[in-house]
């Protein structure tokens, strides 16, 4: 029998980071986890959810991320959290990272029916939406993940902005969400896969198509009239005959006028012609907008809007 302890390990590099057996056998390796079908949690237009050991996520322990890199994960396969600055309830984009820069608490998430990727539209580009593990302030390392009603644990929703900053957003949608691990070298199974293959698993990512109001006038629009995206109806005598392409979709357009006017995957066209957004056709609410153009009977506008 040899104590690991006792072992010293020779190294002519004296840069080199373990001493002894010990050391060496104690490093910590942090492995994403793979899909796993029950853990689903519903959001509704939030940046953040709670998540318990009852119905969201495999019960577990938390490896409690106290520092970048952490200096006292020691619960073999505890699920990576960044402990907040209070109790959850509120979205953070507190994160922790290893030697190299990873951050070891954020993880892919994707819709539960769909598999698809989330998204969220920043300024016409389609940005990843993925979770940040996260616990409540003063969780003791090992500690069981919460169950209903005893919440500890929350996922907090981020993209990755073009200046590389984590950025909080909000979504509505039911997902599926993986976790990573911590595992002590001396302590891995037997038999494990490096890196995991969640990214590839989502079945493909989302695809953007274009859905199309096309109205054919009826009775004669005045030049600015304001005009109902669902139905084509005037605010004065205008009136239209509407088609929606795909059949049984829903057009509608943003909550803002910037992003109407800002994003390219939002057009209007005239007898075919594309119309400037804010100067040929305007925004007015989320439900309506109008046309700076007398339309005649049997002129034909479309309206085209992302399908996400």
């Not at 695809?207 to 009239?225: D, F, W």
């Amino acid at each position: 029998m040899i104590n690991a302890r006792q072992v010293n390990i020779l190294r002519p590099n004296t840069s080199g980071t373990h001493a002894t057996l010990d050391l060496y056998m104690a490093r910590k390796r942090i492995f994403p986890m793979t899909w796993v079908e029950a853990q689903s949690v519903a959001v509704a237009a939030a940046q953040f959810v709670l998540v318990d050991s009852t119905t969201h996520l495999v019960s577990g322990k938390l490896a409690v991320l106290n520092a970048s890199p952490p200096t006292t994960l020691a619960t073999n396969g505890g699920i990576c959290a960044a402990p907040l600055a209070g109790a959850i309830g509120n979205a953070a984009v507190l994160n922790e990272t290893d030697n190299l820069g990873n951050i070891l608490n954020l993880v892919p998430i994707r819709d539960a029916s769909t598999h698809d990727e989330i998204t969220v539209n920043i300024s016409g580009t389609e940005r990843t939406v993925f979770g940040l593990v996260q616990c409540a302030n003063g969780v003791a390392e090992g500690t069981n993940v919460g169950a209903n009603s005893s919440e500890n644990t929350q996922l907090s929703f981020v993209y990755i902005a073009d200046n590389g900053a984590l950025t909080l957003t909000a979504i509505t949608a039911t997902i599926d969400f993986c976790v990573n691990k911590v595992y002590i070298e001396s302590q891995m199974p037997d038999v494990m896969l490096i890196g995991g293959r969640q990214e590839e698993m989502v079945v493909e990512p989302n695809a953007i198509t274009p859905l199309t109001n096309r109205y054919t006038v009826t009775a004669q629009y005045t030049s600015g009239e304001v005009i109902t995206v669902s139905t084509g109806a005037g605010a004065g005598s205008g009136t239209a005959n509407l088609v929606t392409t795909p059949t049984g979709s829903t057009v509608a357009l943003p909550s803002s006028e910037t992003e109407f006017n800002q994003n390219n995957l939002y057009r209007v066209r005239l007898n075919g012609v594309e119309l400037v957004r804010d100067v040929d056709v305007e925004w007015e609410s989320s439900t309506t907008f109008s046309i700076n153009f007398v339309m005649d009977v049997n002129d034909v506008f479309e309206l085209e809007v992302p399908s996400k």
